[in-house]
């Protein structure tokens, strides 16, 4: 990937650049708890993005996609927004950097991905942190890595239309070498814990779907989880949001609410503990308990907050019979990924057994995808 854009940038623009780059990210555990005020378990992995850049003197920013084959043009002033999707994530950052004080001139850019689109690895975070990083570096602006991720934040929510937490953008820029991250998402006070499975490996197992009701479900587990925490907070008032609150208190209040609620409630606050238990037992080196944690987590998105789908409960159901360590659907739902914690003995036959009866029943082969926990943004 280095040589192609390295190439590619010499014949466009003669002479060459810095290479930046920064990382696609896992959860391990901790879904659905960030809109909660609750913990989240990321890491960066070894799969991302990686740029070419130049100033250029101008001041306009030259573009060039390696993976859509385009090249893009644009200025630096808000009416300049391009067309081209890809492009908007890159002008996003320049203005998001702009508006917090810092230097933004032209640029020569050429840049290439190997993050699997669509399997809920964050390409989007991967590429807003390599150039939040590049345009930090290449003027000298001094901004602080958590300013990087908000620039990142604010790219997806004022460029391209996500309303998105800040989780992956944070993994991006934060991302360590054999370390996961615990952030807690309402502090955003966050701690690096060891992850060094030596005889395991972590693989993702993508499903290759994904199902439309994503996002009007997603709005109302969201309204589903602020109905109990508002419940709970006429009993509680210290409370900010839901993974304030303790699991008596939810009992408390069972009757008020309507029991849909209550079982997203249930999960949610089942799983900022785990998170935290996930975080001890890795400190002990017990990847036995975390694989557990692993599957618990499985069924209370299935269960509880519902958003699991046939195609996730499968291949969850295929990992406890090859005896998979830990296994669980990654993300928001509805389709995209597993997560799995494998023995090194076991794996070649949980991924032979996941690909042939996969096939099987959905007439098509799952993807596999084997991920080390790496470093995020960085200058290479």
């Given amino acids: 990937m280095k040589q192609k854009i390295t190439d590619k940038f010499l014949s466009l623009y003669g002479e060459g ?18 809109y909660n005020g609750g913990y989240v378990f990321p890491g960066a992995i070894d799969k991302g993005i990686m740029a070419m850049v130049k100033v250029n003197g101008t001041d306009k920013v030259r573009a ?8 893009c043009e644009f200025g630096l002033n808000e009416e300049d927004k391009p067309s081209k999707a890809w492009a908007c994530y890159l002008f996003g950052v320049c203005r998001e950097t702009i508006k917090r004080g810092g230097k933004v001139k032209g640029f020569d850019t050429v840049f290439a991905g190997d993050v699997p689109l669509g399997a809920g690895l964050s390409s989007s975070a991967a590429l807003e942190s390599t150039f939040a990083f590049a345009v930090n ?25 996500v309303n998105c937490g800040i989780m992956d953008q944070f993994a991006s820029c934060f991302g360590k070498k054999g370390s996961l991250i615990r952030l807690n998402c309402k502090t955003l006070e966050y701690k690096y814990f060891p992850f060094n499975p030596e005889g395991y490996r972590l693989v993702l197992v993508d499903s290759c779907v994904k199902h439309e009701l994503a996002s009007s479900a997603y709005n109302k587990r969201r309204a589903s989880c602020e109905n109990a925490a508002a419940a709970i907070k006429k009993n509680h008032p210290e409370i900010d949001c839901l993974s304030d609150c303790k699991r008596i208190w939810l009992d408390e209040v069972r009757g008020e609410i309507p029991e849909e609620d209550f079982l997203r409630a249930e999960y949610v606050i089942g799983e900022v503990q785990r998170v935290l238990d996930v975080c001890d037992a890795l400190e002990r080196g017990d990847y036995e308990t975390v694989g557990e944690l692993m599957y ?21 159901k295929l990992a406890r019979k090859y005896d998979v360590t830990g296994s669980r659907v990654m993300g928001g739902g509805f389709g995209g990924c597993t997560i799995n914690l494998v023995k090194d003995e076991l794996y070649d036959a949980f991924i032979a057994a996941a690909k042939e009866q996969f096939a099987a029943k959905f007439g098509h082969e799952p993807k596999i995808y084997d991920v080390v926990i790496s470093d995020g943004a960085r200058k290479l």
């Fill in 137 to 161: 570096e290449e003027f000298g602006n001094n901004i602080d890595k958590f300013e990087l991720a908000k620039i990142g934040q604010s790219t997806e929510h004022n460029y391209c239309g």
């Fill in 296 to 316: 618990q987590t499985h069924f209370g998105l299935s269960r509880l907050y519902e958003v699991s789908c046939e195609e996730l409960d499968f291949l969850n």
């Fill in 64 to 71: 060039f996609s390696l993976d859509y084959n385009e090249a």
């Fill in 17 to 34: 650049g810095t290479m930046y780059a920064s990382a696609g990210r896992i959860n391990l555990i901790g879904e659905h708890t960030d």
